[in-house]
């Protein structure tokens, strides 16, 4: 028996806090009855598991695609705003996949997609301190102070961020090595 987020996620339906959403949202079913709860657990290989009426598959595979983002696209399945997403740039892949962690719309870079919904757990969940490595423009020319002050952490939105990497990679350039998902 799992929780029922869990087995979503791994069916490729949604993320876990997506599926969280779509059980609160009475769209999902075991056996024929709606659930709401979700510490709800159960069991793929036995359990009728329906999302919006349609039976849930678990993959027989997982997949895992590594795409270079370009800019002008968001890290999404869709968009209410109808902007390209990068599921557009997967001409041919059948499989549900899904982005593992984001990449803001004026960014590029690896992204990792996926129909495995413990890897993408394991990488996104701030529990596991996986590490994202950006590289950045910056406006000026950073001293020594001002790299030493960004790696011990900087407020943003109110909020202090964890600590970071800084490495000098030129006169406007840095290599940021964070463990904690925030935008930009």
Avoid: F, W
Avoid at 27 to 49: F, Y
Avoid at 63 to 76: A, D, I, Q, S, V
Avoid at 132 to 140: C, I, K, M
């Amino acid at each position: 028996m799992e929780r029922l987020q869990k087995i979503l996620s791994q069916a490729g339906v949604a993320s876990r806090r997506a599926s969280e959403q779509l059980m609160r949202d009475g769209r999902v079913t075991v056996n024929g009855t709606t659930i709401l709860e979700l510490g709800t657990k159960a069991d793929p290989s036995r359990d009728d598991i329906r999302v919006d009426g349609r039976r849930i598959k678990i993959p027989e595979r997982h997949l895992y695609l590594l795409l270079n983002k370009p800019r002008g696209y968001m890290t999404t399945r869709s968009d209410p705003q109808k902007r390209p997403t990068v599921i557009d740039l997967l001409k041919g892949v059948r499989e549900y996949v899904y982005p593992v962690g984001r990449l803001d719309y004026d960014s590029e870079g690896l992204l990792i997609l996926t129909n495995d919904g413990d890897l993408a757990a394991r990488l996104t969940h701030p529990r596991h301190g996986v590490p994202r490595v950006y590289e950045a423009e910056v406006a000026g020319i950073p001293d020594e102070h001002d790299l030493k002050r960004l790696a011990k952490g900087v407020t943003i939105e109110g909020e202090r961020t964890g600590p970071a990497e800084v490495v000098s990679l030129g006169p406007s350039r840095l290599r940021i090595t964070v463990r904690e998902g925030r935008n930009r």
